[in-house]
């Protein structure tokens, strides 16, 4: 048991032994099974021990030197610094680190630059768009007028001509490129035209892919996108939250919109934390890390195609892959559920143009940030498609004594694996 992960639980396991005894719990199972939600990650024993310091005791309404309480002398330098550390990082103008999560910051850019009823053009969400582009379900669908964009059928890729004709078409005040379920590279220089050519402000939200910019491994939306919103946990490797990227023309309205616009008192402890994990991304060994995440998704996308998976669009550029179990003849949650039983999870997803509905769609999303994080490369990810192929088969089968067998070989395996933050 390290140091850490005592000074973390201790107390807790004398004053809550039932909370304790579940996060105990969540510890082992984040150990014991392969990872592949392609949002999660495991953040570092530095970003933990943020995450649950004494900064959230402490309300601090507004922004640093112009707050709404006293005593903000360490809290303003914390925010500052991890502003600093974004504007440095991701090469900003202006950074607002105060946001919830990705879907309030989100919220916070339409509030910053739109009216009620005006019309916002995002990426379908069965396509891989998020809720927050628009979609029915969502605040930004009900209030705001959605129209949106997919991918071609034939190359599964987003069709910069298409995007440009309903562009044209629709007229939208703000255009978002980014999305939850995109296994390519997105073209923020291409939206960067389209939304020059109508008049619209263009958002990238790069919730997924931050840790990839940030490690260059994926092109940066900088100097193509005006406003970028971004989630902190996924492949950034921070805590939960999210922040808001600006150049200086778009800064005041953003910092309006979050607070007080949207929020009040901003979470500190995150903020510390954020810090910590930008920090993190600005070493040296965050680029390798961004770099291996890539080198695992195409090699499990190779792996699992060799096995006869068929891929959405054909594989990957970043840490995410689509499949689509049609032709294996499963539905994606069955599947998914028979994966999680033998150790491996990860989550059933729409495909485009899914011909099963959304609550049991024919694919799987598949990403590689977690198990990257733990140390695994591409012979792992072999092994993975090679207990992925024969958890689905046993679904297909109906042999469920195959799933303990595997989930007993992925404890073995993963032991030499361990992860930040929980002993072994
Ligand atoms: C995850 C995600 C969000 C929302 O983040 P939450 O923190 O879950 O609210 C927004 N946009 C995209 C593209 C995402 O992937």
Redesign the pocket.
């Given at each position: 048991m390290t140091d850490a992960y005592q000074a973390l639980t201790a107390s807790l396991a004398s004053a809550d032994p039932e909370i304790e005894r579940m996060i105990e719990a969540e510890g082992r199972r984040e150990s014991e099974k392969i990872r592949l939600i392609a949002?999660e990650n495991y953040v570092s024993e530095a970003v933990m021990q943020a995450t649950g310091s004494i900064l959230t005791n402490k309300y601090s309404e507004g922004y640093a030197r112009k707050r709404y309480y006293e005593g903000q002398q360490v809290i303003d330098e914390v925010e500052e610094t991890a502003i600093a550390r974004a504007k440095e990082l991701f090469g900003v103008e202006h950074a607002n680190v105060q946001p919830y999560?990705?879907?309030p910051a989100?919220l916070a850019v339409y509030l910053a630059f739109l009216k009620p009823g005006d019309t916002v053009m995002g990426m379908e969400l069965p396509m891989g768009g998020?809720l927050?582009h628009g979609s029915k379900v969502s605040a930004t669908g009900k209030w705001f007028n959605p129209v949106h964009y997919g991918v071609r059928r034939d190359t599964g890729r987003i069709d910069l001509d298409e995007v440009a004709e309903i562009a044209r078409k629709e007229r939208p005040k703000l255009i978002i490129c980014?999305?939850?379920a995109i296994p390519r590279t997105v073209d923020f220089e291409g939206f960067a035209k389209i939304a020059a050519e109508v008049d619209a402000l263009l958002m990238a939200?790069i919730?997924?892919i931050a840790g990839l910019v940030a490690g260059g491994a994926h092109p940066s939306p900088v100097g193509h996108a005006p406003v970028i919103t971004t989630?902190t946990h996924?492949t950034l490797r921070g805590p939960?939250g999210?922040m808001i990227m600006t150049d200086a023309d778009h800064a005041k309205a953003i910092d309006k919109a979050v607070f007080p616009g949207l929020q009040g008192g901003p979470h500190n402890h995150t903020t510390a934390a954020i810090a910590v994990a930008l920090r993190e991304a600005a070493h040296e060994s965050f680029k390798t890390y961004a770099q291996q995440i890539v080198k695992n998704s195409q090699a499990l996308a190779a792996a699992l195609a060799d096995r006869g998976y068929d891929l959405v669009s054909g594989g990957s550029d970043n840490h995410l892959n689509l499949v689509d179990l049609t032709p294996k003849d499963i539905g994606g949650k069955p599947a998914a559920k028979a994966l999680d039983k033998a150790g491996i999870e990860l989550n059933f997803n729409t495909v485009p143009f899914d011909t099963r509905k959304p609550f049991d769609p024919s694919g799987l999303r598949i990403g590689t940030a977690a198990v990257t994080t733990r140390g695994m490369t591409e012979g792992d990810m072999e092994l993975i498609a090679g207990w992925m192929d024969r958890a689905i088969s046993a679904a297909k089968a109906d042999k469920e004594s195959e799933y303990e067998v595997i989930a007993g070989e992925i404890r073995e395996f993963c032991k030499s694996y361990p992860i930040p933050g929980w002993h072994a």
């Amino acid at each position: 048991m390290t140091d850490a992960y005592q000074a973390l639980t201790a107390s807790l396991a004398s004053a809550d032994p039932e909370i304790e005894r579940m996060i105990e719990a969540e510890g082992r199972r984040e150990s014991e099974k392969i990872r592949l939600i392609a949002s999660e990650n495991y953040v570092s024993e530095a970003v933990m021990q943020a995450t649950g310091s004494i900064l959230t005791n402490k309300y601090s309404e507004g922004y640093a030197r112009k707050r709404y309480y006293e005593g903000q002398q360490v809290i303003d330098e914390v925010e500052e610094t991890a502003i600093a550390r974004a504007k440095e990082l991701f090469g900003v103008e202006h950074a607002n680190v105060q946001p919830y999560s990705g879907s309030p910051a989100n919220l916070a850019v339409y509030l910053a630059f739109l009216k009620p009823g005006d019309t916002v053009m995002g990426m379908e969400l069965p396509m891989g768009g998020h809720l927050t582009h628009g979609s029915k379900v969502s605040a930004t669908g009900k209030w705001f007028n959605p129209v949106h964009y997919g991918v071609r059928r034939d190359t599964g890729r987003i069709d910069l001509d298409e995007v440009a004709e309903i562009a044209r078409k629709e007229r939208p005040k703000l255009i978002i490129c980014g999305g939850t379920a995109i296994p390519r590279t997105v073209d923020f220089e291409g939206f960067a035209k389209i939304a020059a050519e109508v008049d619209a402000l263009l958002m990238a939200d790069i919730a997924h892919i931050a840790g990839l910019v940030a490690g260059g491994a994926h092109p940066s939306p900088v100097g193509h996108a005006p406003v970028i919103t971004t989630t902190t946990h996924k492949t950034l490797r921070g805590p939960r939250g999210a922040m808001i990227m600006t150049d200086a023309d778009h800064a005041k309205a953003i910092d309006k919109a979050v607070f007080p616009g949207l929020q009040g008192g901003p979470h500190n402890h995150t903020t510390a934390a954020i810090a910590v994990a930008l920090r993190e991304a600005a070493h040296e060994s965050f680029k390798t890390y961004a770099q291996q995440i890539v080198k695992n998704s195409q090699a499990l996308a190779a792996a699992l195609a060799d096995r006869g998976y068929d891929l959405v669009s054909g594989g990957s550029d970043n840490h995410l892959n689509l499949v689509d179990l049609t032709p294996k003849d499963i539905g994606g949650k069955p599947a998914a559920k028979a994966l999680d039983k033998a150790g491996i999870e990860l989550n059933f997803n729409t495909v485009p143009f899914d011909t099963r509905k959304p609550f049991d769609p024919s694919g799987l999303r598949i990403g590689t940030a977690a198990v990257t994080t733990r140390g695994m490369t591409e012979g792992d990810m072999e092994l993975i498609a090679g207990w992925m192929d024969r958890a689905i088969s046993a679904a297909k089968a109906d042999k469920e004594s195959e799933y303990e067998v595997i989930a007993g070989e992925i404890r073995e395996f993963c032991k030499s694996y361990p992860i930040p933050g929980w002993h072994a």
